[in-house]
């Protein structure tokens, strides 16, 4: 995720390289796919995963393979997708289609979506929780909306905003989140010279931070503990806490670890088929 995701380094295996077809004067040798999941690659060795090739077969091995890999990344994007759905508490379905495959030949690559508004894509968000680099708990991506409440001057660099999902005022999605709408209303809010999006006074909400570093009389909370909150007539509600450290999440996905398994699992009865079809 992030530019690790196109990245590929060599990582040697005890099996054999890609698919190579027969040299001219030489012994055919069987090959196989390189796969390439997230930050490293994978290799196979056909005749380990299928048992010893007959002239027929290696003739047919970089086609049938071609086929295999095809194959494989269509059912690999449904294996992560479920593998999502398992270790991710409700994730959307952007989250849940975001799993990419390409087959290059003999190379099948196996990735993250890097597609997504204003960097708000797969591969960004779902870094921090990956397994990729063998550390444990990493910095929790920043939101889209913790950047734009910094870019308004309303906090510096230190303040983290972290909606308060428990809280009367929060509307929430199917998926438990703020829904976007709501993002939205409340930076309004904080850009507008007054904190109200629109009607009179006393009958709309005034959205306010504290604190607010823009001054002029903002961010005056008194005893309210650091966030952003909502208040009409009596009613106060807080929407979104601070926190003054960069939040840390679980490494949990373990995505080069899932890819490299159900290919071991699937690729051997892929193959297989898909040579039986290639010798008709």
């Given at each position: 995720?992030?530019?690790?995701?196109?990245?590929?380094?060599?990582v040697t295996r005890p099996w054999n390289c890609v698919f190579?077809?027969?040299?001219?004067?030489?012994?055919?040798?069987?090959?196989?796919?390189?796969?390439?999941?997230?930050?490293?690659?994978?290799?196979?060795?056909?005749?380990?995963?299928?048992?010893?090739?007959?002239?027929?077969?290696?003739?047919?091995?970089?086609?049938?393979?071609?086929?295999a890999l095809k194959e494989l990344g269509f059912k690999m994007?449904?294996?992560?997708?479920?593998?999502?759905?398992?270790?991710?508490?409700?994730?959307?379905?952007?989250?849940?289609?975001?799993?990419?495959?390409?087959?290059?030949?003999?190379?099948?690559?196996?990735?993250?979506?890097?597609?997504?508004?204003?960097?708000?894509?797969?591969?960004?968000?779902?870094?921090?929780?990956?397994?990729?680099?063998?550390?444990?708990?990493?910095?929790?991506?920043?939101?889209?909306?913790?950047?734009?409440v910094r870019g308004m001057g309303v906090v510096d660099s230190?303040?983290?905003?972290?909606?308060?999902?428990?809280?009367?005022?929060?509307?929430?999605?199917?998926?438990?989140?703020?829904?976007?709408?709501?993002?939205?209303?409340?930076?309004?809010?904080?850009?507008?010279?007054?904190?109200?999006?629109?009607?009179?006074?006393?009958?709309?909400?005034?959205?306010?931070?504290?604190?607010?570093?823009?001054?002029?009389?903002?961010?005056?909370?008194?005893?309210?503990?650091?966030?952003?909150?909502?208040?009409?007539?009596?009613?106060?509600?807080?929407?979104?806490?601070?926190?003054?450290?960069?939040?840390?999440?679980?490494?949990?996905?373990?995505?080069?670890?899932?890819?490299?398994?159900?290919?071991?699992?699937?690729?051997?009865?892929?193959?297989?088929?898909?040579?039986?079809?290639?010798?008709?």
């Amino acid at each position: 995720m992030t530019q690790a995701s196109h990245e590929r380094h060599n990582v040697t295996r005890p099996w054999n390289c890609v698919f190579a077809p027969p040299q001219p004067g030489k012994a055919a040798r069987a090959t196989s796919p390189t796969l390439v999941a997230m930050a490293r690659s994978i290799e196979f060795d056909a005749e380990r995963l299928i048992g010893q090739l007959n002239v027929l077969q290696k003739v047919q091995l970089p086609y049938a393979g071609n086929q295999a890999l095809k194959e494989l990344g269509f059912k690999m994007r449904g294996e992560l997708a479920q593998y999502m759905a398992d270790v991710f508490d409700n994730p959307v379905p952007f989250t849940l289609r975001s799993p990419r495959y390409a087959v290059d030949g003999l190379t099948l690559t196996v990735r993250i979506s890097t597609d997504g508004a204003k960097g708000q894509d797969p591969a960004r968000y779902l870094y921090p929780v990956s397994t990729e680099d063998g550390r444990g708990g990493k910095p929790a991506y920043i939101t889209r909306f913790t950047k734009a409440v910094r870019g308004m001057g309303v906090v510096d660099s230190s303040y983290y905003a972290i909606p308060y999902l428990q809280g009367r005022g929060v509307r929430k999605n199917a998926y438990g989140n703020m829904t976007p709408g709501q993002y939205q209303q409340v930076l309004a809010g904080l850009k507008a010279e007054n904190g109200r999006t629109g009607g009179k006074r006393g009958s709309s909400w005034r959205y306010f931070s504290v604190p607010d570093q823009r001054g002029s009389g903002r961010g005056r909370g008194g005893n309210l503990k650091p966030g952003i909150y909502r208040a009409k007539s009596n009613d106060l509600q807080m929407l979104f806490g601070y926190a003054r450290k960069h939040p840390t999440v679980p490494a949990v996905f373990d995505f080069a670890g899932t890819v490299e398994r159900k290919s071991q699992e699937l690729l051997p009865s892929l193959l297989s088929k898909a040579l039986a079809r290639a010798l008709g």
